[in-house]
């Protein structure tokens, strides 16, 4: 019964639906799932009585022959900074350790309304602020791929717990948040599909933000068909987010791989991402899938994105500045941590926020508020808007020359805990999102795509980029890669 987690969410769906498997037996499966992989650290809590309620419900509408969507009884998992009503939502912090939301997110809202069974909230690096998923309150997520040591392997981050969930066929689908790569940087370390939709494709209501100007909610899944199955519920305008996009949205449907051609198609090689610090085997699966495309009739072209390069201190310095922006609001009064003190307003304020934040998450606050100071604002904040703007117009005229984008999602393979932790660098540790937060900054759509392992059995993934609103194209020629490399996934050992 349990290889029924390892199919894909149209199979699932079938079966349901034929009466093969019952909605409550698929909960009770990744319920016990979930509590198998305990030890991977992948959720913070695990939602029992919802998710038995939910499937219930599934079962009963199933029963009836009227299934809602092809999510009905269908297993998920949400990242803990997506508010779920009556769910604590925790951000990983303890300044909201004990926050339980009054409603749900739009995305969460809407998985439920399609019938998705949700399993879980899964842990992130606090407040999403990182690429590994080791700075949460709850400790670090483990990487399935490799984990039986005490030096373990990295998720990657800030959506690690999703990219395990998924991964370890807990659940059939994940949602991540995607600021400069947290979908896409631990759906490649994990060996899953990762995708980042346009800015304002999928509403942020109900995220609890970080970069308000980049934020994006992600979808994990194991196949390119399962994240166009969960893109097809959530995406769409939602009057509650101003930055929603009012174009309606065209659900997605892609035809079999075998039935698609690429000849023609136009794929451009940013000669800026091959970086010094992308590893041999990432350059080689880079250029091995470049070779392949062009064989099966695709137009492989080097292009230039010149303002590539200033790209990480820009985004670090709009990032630390919206960040002190965001988290200005908990003050330990109205809501969030309060320190235990008799003290005054002001010095109730500083405590609360001593204890109630991380190193990181303080860094960012203090770093965001220098950059925002009156002599500082033309020099820093104005200077990386207008850098920002330069990168977005290289996405902007390299689609004159082609239609998609091929370059690595992450530098190399997931790295082990010990290295991490031994070599820590906060510019190196920053460098991680070289290849995935330029996307963000220019507001463009972007997949990764696992393609094969490693010598050391770890997943090694490419990336997709593409124009705004190009997520039909994107996702189909993702579809056609994976159709080609056939990654295998489940090869781990438990």
């Known amino acids: 019964m349990e290889k029924l987690l390892h199919t894909n969410i149209k199979t699932i769906s079938r079966l349901l639906f034929d009466g093969t498997i019952k909605p409550t037996e698929l909960t009770n499966l990744a319920l016990k799932k979930a509590e198998d992989i305990k030890h991977l650290n992948s959720f913070i809590s695990i939602t029992s009585n919802q998710a038995k309620t939910q499937g219930e419900k599934s079962e009963k509408r199933f029963t009836d022959r009227k299934p809602i969507s092809e999510l009905d009884g269908v297993t998920i998992a949400v990242k803990d900074n997506f508010c779920t009503q009556n769910i604590k939502t925790t951000c990983a912090s303890k300044m909201l350790e004990n926050f ?8 969460c809202q809407r998985l439920f309304d399609a019938g998705a069974v949700l399993i879980g909230k899964t842990n992130l690096d606090e407040f999403a602020m990182g690429s590994a998923t080791t700075d949460s309150i709850y400790g670090p997520t483990k990487n399935i791929w490799r ?3 005490e030096n ?3 998720s990657g981050g800030s959506s690690g717990g999703s990219a395990v969930a998924v991964a370890s066929g807990v659940c059939f689908a994940a949602i991540g948040s995607d600021t400069g790569g947290s979908t896409r940087n631990p759906a490649s370390y994990c060996g899953v599909v990762g995708l980042k939709p346009t800015y304002g494709l999928v509403s942020r209501w109900g995220l609890i933000p970080l970069v308000n100007s980049m934020d994006v909610p992600g979808i994990l899944a194991r196949t390119v068909d399962d994240v166009v199955s969960v893109l097809n519920v959530i995406a769409g305008f ?13 659900k997605i449907r892609l035809p079999p791989a075998t039935k698609m051609s690429i000849k023609g198609l136009k794929i451009g090689i940013p000669i800026e991402y091959n970086s010094e610090h992308v590893s041999e085997e990432v350059l080689d699966t880079w250029n091995e899938i470049a070779a392949l495309l062009q ?20 985004y670090s310095i709009l990032n630390q500045c919206e960040v002190a922006s965001n988290m200005a609001r908990y003050d330990g009064i109205e809501y969030g941590f309060r320190a235990n003190e008799e003290l005054s307003t002001e010095k109730l304020y500083a405590a609360s926020r001593k204890l109630g934040f991380n190193d990181v998450v303080k860094n960012r606050i203090l770093c965001g508020n220098y950059f925002l100071l009156t002599r500082n604002y033309d020099k820093y904040f104005t200077q990386a808007l207008k850098i920002r703007r330069l990168i977005a117009n290289d996405f902007h005229n390299v689609w004159n020359d082609v239609s998609l984008l091929l370059t690595p999602t992450t530098l190399s393979e997931a790295p082990s805990y010990k290295s991490y932790i031994e070599n820590y660098d906060p510019y190196k540790n920053a460098f991680e999102d070289f290849c995935t937060q330029c996307a963000n900054m220019a507001g463009v759509p972007a997949v990764s795509i696992p393609i094969k392992l490693s010598k050391n ?7 997709l980029m593409g124009r705004n609103l190009s997520e039909p194209m994107l996702l189909a020629v993702a579809k056609y890669i994976e159709n080609l490399v056939k990654f295998p996934h489940f090869q781990y050992e438990l």
């Open 295 to 314: 064989s099966h009739g695709a137009v492989i072209k080097k292009v230039s994105m010149p303002h590539t390069e200033y790209s990480i201190v820009c």
């Open 100 to 107: 339980v939301p009054t409603y749900n997110a739009t995305v």
């Open 238 to 250: 939602d009057n509650k987010d101003s930055t929603s996009l009012t174009k309606p949205y065209n």
């Open 147 to 149: 984990y039986k040591s």
């Open 457 to 463: 059995v770890l997943p090694l993934s490419l990336q």
């Open 152 to 154: 373990f392997f990295l």
